[in-house]
């Protein structure tokens, strides 16, 4: 993986997506359904635990990135024609990749697993090439 030296990057942002990428891998992989840790189940109606705030945190830091990524881009060259091809190009790549053959309710959440133990194994490789 190369490094970013050319751009700078909001470390704040960077943490945050981190403590919340870490937050996702917890609430989906709590060890054991069957005796699970009550600040990481959802609340039942009324009020909240933590695991109620790590999707909103996603999007607000996915919001905030979008803000930065863009406006670097209008800074230099205004709203035209390319960025919102580059964005239509990223949203088809990553949502109708043509392998991803039929969307399924099965293969989204099969997709869903796969991601989350996906996190979960580069937490793991993290920890042991930092022996954490």
Known sequence: ???????????????????????????????????????????????????????PFFLFIVGIAITLALGKRVEQAGINKDIYLKIFRRALIIFAHPESGEWTLNKMLGLYAWHSRHHTAHITKLRERNNW
Request: glycine fraction near 10%; avoid cysteine.
């Open 1 to 55: 993986m190369s490094e970013n030296t050319g751009q700078n990057r909001l470390l704040s942002l960077d943490v945050f997506r981190g403590m919340t990428i870490a937050g996702m891998v917890l609430v989906n992989n709590p060890g054991t359904w069957s005796a699970i840790y009550s600040p990481l189940a959802h609340a039942e109606w009324h009020g909240a635990t933590p695991t109620d705030f790590v999707f």
